[in-house]
């Protein structure tokens, strides 16, 4: 993790000034002290997580800011408060690393914090896709692959063991797959998490994973732009077909003699194409132990089985030949990666090839048989693991050195074992045109490597004389295609200058016309001069002109508003006109109104005088009414009286009267 302090860890911390911060792996302490010593600077407290720590705790405690947790990273999480940045670099397997993540973020979860940004080294190879194990007895049988303590470097244990007395880290035995290696656990857990995680990975240093949710990104808006500059852009979603076989590209050359210069160049070529690729040359005294050694030094016994003897020279040849194809074979069991004979040269990167394949081999002929000048295997593929079995009986019985270990015999065994090794194309390493695609590679896209035919197991100065032999015919070829692409060139340069003179005339025509028209402009320009003065007075008799159009359209503007304004105003008089001749009629109906009401009035004066006269004939009627009346009531009184005397008479004489017989007078 060290390795990315100034260029990520650094720029990260700045861009987010965290609070709190928990580094899983500690080791020697370098980038804990690191940490440490930012939290006394900026703030901020420091928990740090290892069960083994390799460095005086007690003086970091001391110091301040830092708190040292001895155990494994499953038992103390749970009892640490959440935090802001958490830098994972401690057992490199997905067990462990995917359930750090899962408690880091539940931690948060139950602060009401958003989820820390984690950053996860071993993220690249070989823990990317590859568990390894501290201690596989801490890892649930289920998550536990099969494993073996395998060294994943050279043959000598990885650098960041090599002091301890364990040497060599127990990884597990195949890479890929589910549930296995780092960044594998990076990606199930950004698959499952609540919310959008950017995820970067960078592949140096054995790979840097950052991994940023989006709550984070939004509440310290410096730290995208950080990581941009650290990390460059997003890392798509890694696809499962991720590069699983190791990018170390194996060259072997055994026996006392120095390489031969001769292949230098193709080295150059490997090393041009695949600057990530980790190149390495094997020489007797690095191989690393053989697990097939029987059969690499019976190689040297090595007869025709019946008796038959055998020229020494060729026993030699035959032997080097069968210990190249052992130790090619033994390598890609052992390491993984690629290995190319020291004959072959690169044409392009081989990275493309690579996606989720497992182990390659390519077709040397049209028919079935494969080479083995170019072999690519994660470690320990079933493959090659059988393949280095079935030595014991090849190389005992083989009658000729290709089929002990080379290609007849692996193609043997491909038709036996084909599951899970991805078969090239022939032209990918053993195309018969061994001149042309290394000058023009764009013109060959399906030739990835050359083989160039130098027998590199041959050893001695015959052997270099006849490959300087070869090496001159090749050379001849090239000249030979060179001369014939000078010929093409010549010929096209020839085609070129006949078009550059057509050109010329062509150049020359246009300028003798365009001289021409250069001194048409000159006389244009002097008849021009000649006619300034008339011009001139064209010009000012023109301004005249318009300006007196301008005062007459000014007139006439003013004109227009003259008649608007008569207009109106004579709408304005008969609208006027109008009303008089309504209030005239008015007037007269007034007037006829006021005469009817005049003799209405009249009338109503007469009727009242004829009432009033009425009234008083009326009274006067009245009045001789009630006199008559008084006279009628006098006169009934008077003749009621008479009766009434009448009556009495009657009763006193009997007269008629008296009798009721006397009649109204
Ligand atoms: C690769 S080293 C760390 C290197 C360190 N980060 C640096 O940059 O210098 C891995 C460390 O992780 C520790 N480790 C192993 N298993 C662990 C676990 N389960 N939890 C925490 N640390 C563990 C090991 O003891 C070892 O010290």
């Not at 026996?255 to 600057?275: K, L, M, N, Q, T």
Request: with cysteine.
């Amino acid at each position: 993790m060290r390795h990315f302090w100034g260029s990520v860890i650094r720029p990260l911390l700045d861009a987010m000034r965290p609070g709190a911060i928990v580094e899983i792996g500690a080791a020697h302490g370098r980038h804990t002290r690191l940490l440490a010593e930012y939290c006394r600077e900026q703030g901020g407290e420091l928990h740090v997580i290892d069960p083994q720590p390799g460095f005086d705790v007690p003086s970091l405690v001391r110091e301040g800011h830092a708190v040292v947790h001895v155990g494994r990273s499953l038992e103390v999480l749970p009892r640490l408060p959440s935090v802001d940045i958490a830098l994972i670099d401690g057992d490199h397997n997905w067990y462990t690393v995917y359930n750090e993540l899962k408690l880091l973020q539940r931690l948060a979860r139950d602060a009401g914090r958003p989820t820390p940004v984690i950053v996860c080294h071993d993220a690249g190879w070989p823990w990317g896709r590859r568990d390894s194990y501290y201690a596989p007895e801490a890892i649930p049988d289920e998550f536990r692959h099969p494993w073996a303590r395998l060294g994943i470097g050279d043959g000598r244990p990885a650098p960041f063991v090599k002091d301890k007395s364990a040497a060599l880290l127990a990884s597990a035995t195949f890479a890929g797959g589910p549930r296995n290696g780092v960044l594998t656990a990076c990606e199930d857990f950004v698959d499952e998490a609540a919310e959008p995680v950017s995820v970067r990975v960078l592949r140096r240093e054995n790979g840097l994973a950052a991994l940023v949710p989006r709550s984070r990104s939004e509440l310290h808006p410096g730290l995208e732009p950080a990581l941009a500059r650290a990390m460059g852009g997003e890392t798509p979603p890694l696809p499962a077909g991720d590069q699983l076989i190791p990018r170390i590209i194996h060259r072997v050359w055994l026996g006392p003699d120095p390489v031969p210069s001769i292949f230098e160049r193709y080295a150059e070529s490997w090393r041009r194409h695949h600057p990530e690729w980790e190149l390495r040359l094997w020489r007797d005294e690095t191989l690393p132990a053989l697990s097939c050694r029987d059969e690499y030094d019976a190689a040297a016994d090595w007869d025709l089985g019946r008796g038959e003897t055998i020229h020494a020279d060729v026993l030699a040849l035959e032997t080097w030949r069968i210990r190249y194809d052992i130790v090619r074979l033994e390598l890609l069991r052992q390491f993984g990666g690629v290995i190319v004979d020291m004959d072959v040269e690169a044409i392009r990167p081989l990275d493309p090839l690579l996606g989720g394949v497992s182990a390659f081999v390519g077709r040397a002929t049209r028919a079935r048989r494969i080479g083995n000048q170019v072999l690519g295997a994660i470690p320990g593929h079933p493959f090659f693991e059988f393949a280095v079995r079935e030595l014991r009986t090849s190389v005992a019985h083989a009658r000729t050195g290709g089929q002990a270990a080379a290609g007849g015999f692996l193609t043997r065994l491909l038709e036996a074992r084909p599951e899970g090794v991805t078969v090239l194309p022939r032209d990918t390493f053993y195309s018969t045109l061994t001149v042309e695609p290394p000058r023009r590679p764009d013109d060959f896209p399906a030739i990835f490597a050359v083989h160039h035919h130098l027998e590199s197991y041959r050893k001695g100065p015959e052997a270099t004389i006849e490959r300087l032999e070869r090496r001159i015919h090749e050379a001849q070829r090239e000249i030979e295609g060179l001369e014939a692409e000078q010929r093409r060139l010549e010929a096209l340069n020839e085609k070129a200058d006949a078009e550059r003179a057509k050109e010329e005339a062509k150049r020359r025509r246009v300028e003798t016309q365009l001289e021409t028209a250069v001194l048409k402009i000159d006389q244009l320009a002097q008849a021009n001069t000649a006619l300034r003065p008339g011009r001139r007075e064209l010009e000012r008799s023109e301004a005249e002109r318009r300006r007196l159009e301008a005062l007459n359209e000014t007139a006439g503007a003013g004109r227009a508003k003259e008649e608007a304004r008569r207009r109106r105003a004579e709408a304005h008089l008969e609208t006027a006109l109008l009303k008089i001749e309504q209030l005239e009629q008015a007037s007269a109906a007034l007037r006829a109104a006021r005469r009817e009401i005049e003799r209405l009035e009249t009338n109503q004066r007469r009727l009242e005088a004829l009432n009033e006269k009425a009234d008083a004939e009326r009274a006067k009627e009245e009045a001789k009414r009630r006199r008559t009346q008084k006279q009628l009531e006098k006169s009934a009184l008077k003749v009621e009286q008479l009766e009434e005397k009448s009556a009495a008479l009657r009763l006193r004489g009997a007269s008629p009267a008296a009798r009721g017989e006397c009649r109204n007078p």
